[in-house]
């Protein structure tokens, strides 16, 4: 016999949990867009190590992981979250061949295009075509993902 389902969440809080995402969403994007992370040319710059390295993303990591580590400590610190029942992870723990697989994917289109999706969404705002072009091939591969890979878990 299964649990029962979980109630339906009412509309006023469907709209307090959205309009909090839109707000995350917007203050991510604009963390993105002032250091720069959404122009390729600075990511690539970091990357190269052994060339003419820019470290200047060195502290916009060191900062959000901070941000995010107090982030953290804070919503552990609550006992319930704000917007949700309960607190919710990732529902598998541990390395394994997919999420290295997909880690390494990620890293090589990181070096090679200067774009992850945050910057590449973000960057859109910019109406420049190797950006659109980048996002329409994220979400090609994405969807290619859902059609094949995702079918058979």
Do not use: K
């Given at each position: 016999?299964?649990?029962?389902?979980?109630?339906?969440?009412?509309?006023a809080d469907r709209v307090k949990t959205n309009a909090v995402a839109l707000l995350a969403g917007l203050l991510f994007g604009a963390g993105l867009t002032v250091s720069r992370m959404i122009d390729p040319a600075k990511v690539i710059g970091f990357l190269d190590?052994?060339?003419?390295?820019?470290?200047?993303?060195?502290?916009?990591?060191?900062?959000?992981?901070?941000?995010t580590f107090l982030g953290f400590r804070l919503a552990g610190a609550q006992?319930?979250?704000w917007l949700a029942p309960k607190t919710s992870g990732p529902a598998?723990?541990?390395?394994d061949r997919r999420l290295i697989g997909g880690a390494l994917l990620f890293g090589l289109g990181?070096?090679?295009?200067?774009?992850?999706?945050g910057p590449a969404v973000a960057g859109l705002?910019?109406?420049?075509?190797?950006?659109?072009?980048?996002?329409?091939?994220?979400l090609a591969g994405m969807l290619?993902?859902?059609l094949t890979l995702e079918e058979r878990r």
């Open positions: 016999m299964s649990a029962p389902a979980a109630p339906a969440p009412r509309i190590v052994f060339g003419r390295w820019d470290p200047s993303l060195a502290l916009v990591m060191a900062a959000a992981v901070t941000v006992g319930r979250p598998r723990q541990g390395l990181w070096g090679l295009a200067g774009y992850c999706p705002a910019l109406a420049e075509l190797p950006t659109v072009i980048f996002v329409a091939a994220m290619l993902y859902h």
